[in-house]
T-cell receptor
């Protein structure tokens, strides 16, 4: 079974631009979560999607948004990029449907550099 | 301003020895815990999980111990190998009024295996 895939793997953008990152979960997984990893803040939760609905959101400004499609693929968007948005953006999928939490499997991440 | 990178605690062990990585979690309501391994340039890799109704779980060469009284997790790796060298993260998942996947990560521990 193929793992979580993320595209692109590397991205360089300029301050003020916007960016869209894509994530394809493991087949059959309906929950997709996004995390930001930086040397200063570590791994931080951005948001989670399930059945095309955002179910949970972390403490990030409204410039960070996401969506999920009917095939469970997800995208996240960052508008008006700032230097501090430079990070590894990780997507994780989970077989969670309802009830208790389940393991999350991470993709390789998208390395975003803002100049 | 300049961000300061997280200072990762480092555990240095000899090949063949057992390793114990510790983690303190923050939320007494957390009911699910996961250990991840992250190698340079890769996304976190699932190692083992444990639910709050258990205090010990074993996998292949790994054991996770949970002490809810003091909110402490540990990961034991038997017969540590050079391939185990990586950063290890613990993560907790607290229920927020229903099923959710919102992992809160610890700062990580760098495991360095000396041949």
């Amino acid at each position: 079974k193929a793992g979580v895939t993320q595209t692109p793997r590397y991205l360089i953008k300029t301050r003020g631009q916007q960016v869209t990152l894509s994530c394809s979960p493991i087949s059959g997984h309906r929950s997709v979560s996004w995390y930001q990893q930086t040397p200063g803040q570590g791994l931080q939760f951005l948001f989670e999607y399930f059945s095309e609905t955002q179910r949970n959101k972390g403490n990030f400004p409204g410039r960070f948004s996401g969506r999920q499609f009917s095939n469970s693929r997800s995208e996240m968007n960052v508008s008006t990029l700032e230097l501090g948005d430079s990070a590894l953006y990780l997507c994780a999928s989970s077989p969670l449907s309802s009830g208790a939490s389940y393991e999350q499997y991470f993709g390789p991440g998208t390395r975003l550099t803002v100049t | 301003g300049e961000s300061v990178g997280l200072h990762l605690p480092t555990l240095s062990v000899q090949e063949g020895d057992n390793s114990i990585i510790n983690c303190a979690y923050s939320n007494s309501a957390s009911d699910y815990f996961i250990w991840y391994k992250q190698e340079s340039g890769k996304g976190p890799q699932f190692i083992i999980d444990i639910r709050s109704n258990m205090d010990k779980r074993q996998g292949q060469r790994v054991t996770v111990l949970l002490n809810k009284t003091v909110k402490h997790l540990s990961l034991q790796i038997a017969a540590t190998q050079p391939g185990d060298s990586a950063v290890y993260f613990c993560a907790e998942n607290a229920p927020y009024g229903g099923a959710t996947n919102k992992l809160i990560f610890g700062t990580g521990t760098l495991l360095a295996v000396q041949p």
